[in-house]
């Protein structure tokens, strides 16, 4: 099983409908959750971070983390095709040095 | 910008040669890093530095792959005798490492070919 989980995609969703996007990971140790937006043939950019367990909420993205099931989330509202791109979970353990595990991401596609 | 750079933007390579890209990071952040995204895959780390600490190579897939980086600037990615799997974007990510936050602030990548 790989430490992160991550469907590929392509999502493909109407503009203005609510995005769920999800990972799962193998690590209990892990503690700091990421979440990165790569539009095409650009690095990606953190979009949420989140340490522990609890949401996040920061204008129309949400993120949640559930440490007992190994399983976060990113909630995007009213989706714009602005959003279509590639979203990477990401996660670390935080206190070591210092890898963060990144999932493969899922491609994202918003249709106006 | 004040961003991360990095270049060549674009490297096509015949197999066997090498290649040296470069990454300019964030001025005053001491951590930089290198990954690897192949075609429909996430990022794979590569090496991380941390100011003067000695670099933390765990990731560097082969011999045929080492870095540098003097100080708390410039870094170079070099690749010896480059194989057709060796094609990928390689990114390069800066951070200020400073307690509650591990933002990496990522470049647009190397898009290396070698055919």
């Known amino acids: 099983q790989k430490e992160v989980e991550q469907d590929p995609g392509p999502l493909s969703v109407p503009e203005g409908a609510i995005v769920s996007l999800n990972c799962t990971y193998s690590n209990s140790a892990f503690q700091y959750f990421m979440w990165y937006r790569q539009y095409s043939r650009k690095g990606p950019e953190l979009l949420m971070y989140?340490?522990?367990?609890g949401n996040k909420e920061d204008g129309r993205f949400t993120a949640q983390v559930d440490k007992s099931s190994k399983y976060i989330s990113l909630f995007i509202r009213d989706s714009q095709p602005s959003d279509s791109a590639t979203y990477l979970c990401?996660?670390?353990?935080?206190?070591?040095?210092?890898?963060?595990?990144f999932g493969k991401g899922t491609r994202l596609h918003i249709l106006p | 910008g004040a961003g991360v750079s990095q270049s060549p933007s674009n490297k096509v390579t015949e197999k066997g040669k090498d290649v040296e890209l470069r990454c300019d990071p964030i001025?005053?952040?001491?951590?930089l890093y290198w990954y690897r995204q192949r075609l429909g895959q996430g990022l794979e780390f590569l090496i991380y530095?941390?100011?003067?600490?000695?670099?933390?190579k765990s990731g560097l897939p082969s011999d045929r792959f080492s870095a540098e980086r003097t100080g708390e600037s410039v870094s170079t990615l070099t690749i010896q005798r480059t194989q057709q799997e060796d094609s990928a974007v390689y990114l390069c990510a800066s951070s200020k490492r400073t307690s509650g936050s591990d933002e990496q602030y990522f470049g647009p990548g190397t898009r290396l070919t070698v055919t």
């Open positions: 530095f941390q100011g003067n600490s000695a670099p933390d």
């Open positions: 990401a996660m670390s353990e935080f206190y070591r040095d210092d890898k963060i595990i």
């Open positions: 001025s005053g952040h001491t951590a």
């Open positions: 989140t340490y522990s367990s």
